[in-house]
């Protein structure tokens, strides 16, 4: 089966920043996508990286590097609404989806 | 957003009832998705239709039967159940399930407790 590991939980203060790490192991690679997923509601889908390298999209950014079977999601002027799970996801050779257990973020004030 | 809507949100039934989770998609999507959220555990993947034929059942009990009327719409009944399948049930839906960038979109689930 595929292997996609990340923290169970982080913690961080408001305005500040917090990068959560994901590898993964799995058969080929077709792309990496991260969601958000608050209390009670649907994942959201947050960004997809498939090349190497930095993708930004306002505050948030998500990092790929296939070489190393790595990326991080990167949360920038943390904001108490930020406080949610994030889940890295992983389509392998197959084109199956497969997902991490989720990182809980908790933005105290 | 209601892109993809789930009823009931909160079900809870006995291990004899039978009932059925209901997911309707607005997004003109082609496929539809059945996942399992327990707790600090991976979503996992239980059955996949694409243009209403069944294209994945990963290795799931009978006592959760899917349903595929059309592309909007997506059925679970659920008969016999035990207390290890309470969860969280979500749908999802895509456009192109065999391409790279696909991206999955998510209903709010249905809170399932089997007493």
């Known amino acids: 089966g595929q292997n996609i590991d990340q923290p169970t939980e982080m913690t961080a203060t408001e305005g500040a920043i917090v990068q959560i790490n994901c590898t993964y192991q799995?058969?080929?690679?077709?792309?990496l996508f991260w969601y958000q997923q608050h209390a009670g509601e649907a994942p959201t889908f947050l960004s997809y990286n498939v090349l190497d390298g930095l993708e930004e999209k306002g505050r948030f950014s998500s990092f790929l590097s296939r070489s190393k079977g790595y990326s991080y999601l990167l949360l920038k002027e943390l904001q108490m609404k930020d406080s949610a799970s994030y889940l890295c996801a992983v389509r392998d050779e197959d084109y199956k989806l497969s997902f991490g257990a989720g990182t809980t973020v908790t933005v105290r004030a | 957003e209601t892109g993809v809507t789930q009823t009931p949100r909160h079900l809870v039934m006995g291990m004899t009832n039978k009932k059925s989770l209901k997911c309707e998609q607005h997004l003109g999507h082609n496929a539809m998705y059945w996942y399992k959220q327990s707790a600090k555990k991976p979503l996992e993947l239980m059955f996949v239709?694409?243009?209403?034929?069944?294209?994945e059942n990963n290795s799931v009990p009978s006592r959760f039967s899917p349903e595929c009327p059309n592309s909007s719409h997506l059925f679970l009944h659920l008969h016999t159940l035990q207390p290890e399948d309470s969860a969280l049930y979500l749908c999802?839906?895509?456009?192109?399930?065999?391409?790279?960038?696909?991206?999955?979109?998510f209903g709010p689930g249905t809170r399932l407790t089997v007493l």
């Open positions: 999802a839906s895509s456009q192109t399930p065999g391409q790279g960038s696909d991206t999955q979109y």
């Open positions: 239709y694409n243009f209403k034929e069944q294209t």
């Open positions: 799995t058969s080929g690679f077709n792309g």
